[in-house]
Nanobody
Framework: QVKLVEYGGGLVEPEGSLRLSCAASGPIFSIEDMDWYRQAPGLQRELVAGILTNGRAAYVDSVKGRFTISRDNAKNAVYLQIDKLKPEDTAVYYC???????????????WGQGTQVTVSS
């Protein structure tokens, strides 16, 4: 069973930084898109950043210039560097990836359990 586990959430003061990590494990043949989503209380889950296998990244406008997504294909890992945190960044952050478990398998979307990021003074 493919499993994604996030690390690195916590309580941070405004203007602080965090680095979230997510590692995929299990029977992995290949991973395509790797993404970070977040869900704040009372709001829908939103895509904040995504990265392709070749490293090409995209961001939602509200985080451009503050969030940086990266990945290590050898480690099946994706990272999210979050700088200049704002209270409105408070949310549960989820990593997600399109994973194939064999050469005969198509890619399926998998999700981590989420990690809480709270921005408060």
């Amino acid at each position: 069973q493919v499993k994604l586990v996030e690390y690195g959430g916590g309580l941070v003061e405004p203007e602080g930084s965090l680095r979230l990590s997510c590692a995929a494990s299990g029977p992995i043949f290949s991973i395509e898109d790797m993404d970070w989503y977040r869900q704040a209380p009372g709001l829908q889950r939103e895509l904040v950043a995504g990265i392709l296998t070749n490293g090409r990244a995209a961001y939602v406008d509200s985080v451009k210039g503050r969030f940086t997504i990266s990945r290590d294909n050898a480690k099946n890992a994706v990272y999210l560097q979050i700088d200049k945190l704002k209270p409105e960044d408070t949310a549960v952050y989820y990593c997600s990836a399109d994973v194939a478990t064999s050469s005969d398998d198509r890619h399926h979307r998998y999700w981590g359990q989420g990690t809480q990021v709270t921005v408060s003074s």
